[in-house]
């Protein structure tokens, strides 16, 4: 997603967020103290890649755990998670490696969501900014040698290790959703990854993501 798209997405987030709670009549009555919490699990399926331009292929993965959802006032809602998460990528340095990883990862979510459905039928649209971190707790690393001129052209390596590695990751997401009857939810948001995957490049996290929510 390019940079400009991205600005345009999320200050059309902060306006719509804004123009709602400025046209809130004073006496309103806040019901963030009578609505309960809600709890449920939540499955996922990403496709995910880095964030470099070129020589970059995305991977499927998947991502499973528990969520929770807290009516904070008029129609914004705070929903947490925590998720077991397994995503990779591939990507090509052109005459020197081809490098493919796939991660184990531990997921916390802390999303904030505006829902602008009918509150009498319970459901309706919503739209989402979901800061992240995630720690990484294994990976699978393969790399093969694609330089012709090299004496190890077309070697393949496997390593398990995250000595090199960035195991810390933090970001945002921004997505768009559908709340069926205040139990199911379905959503789609796109992954904004802020920290280095690697100590020697600047590839970040980028992904798309399909949420599915089930509340007890």
Do not use: C
């Amino acid at each position: 997603m390019k940079k400009p798209l991205f600005i345009t997405l999320f200050t059309i987030v902060l306006a719509l967020t804004y123009s709602f709670l400025q046209a809130q009549p004073v006496n309103s009555k806040v019901r963030s103290s009578r609505d309960p919490w809600q709890f449920g699990i939540k499955a996922s399926g990403s496709y995910d890649k880095v964030s470099i331009k070129s020589k970059s292929e995305m991977k499927l993965g998947y991502k499973a755990g528990f969520v929770a959802e807290k009516h904070l006032v008029y129609m914004l809602y705070f929903q947490p998670s925590l998720q077991f998460t397994q995503k990779g990528y591939k990507y090509e340095i052109p005459f020197g490696f081809r490098d493919e990883l796939y991660f184990s990862m531990l997921e916390i979510d802390a999303g904030l969501l505006m829902k602008f459905g009918d509150e009498r039928l319970k459901r309706g649209m919503f739209l989402s900014l979901t800061p992240f971190v995630t720690k990484a707790l294994s990976v699978n690393w393969t790399q093969t040698n694609i330089n012709s001129a090299s004496p190890d052209y077309n070697q393949t390596t496997t390593s398990n290790s995250l000595e090199y590695l960035n195991t810390l990751d933090i970001g945002f997401k921004l997505g768009i959703g559908y709340d069926f009857n205040r139990h199911w939810e379905i959503a789609a948001n796109y992954t904004f990854g802020l920290n280095r995957i690697s100590v020697y490049n600047n590839h970040k996290w980028r992904g798309v993501n399909l949420n599915l929510i089930y509340f007890f």
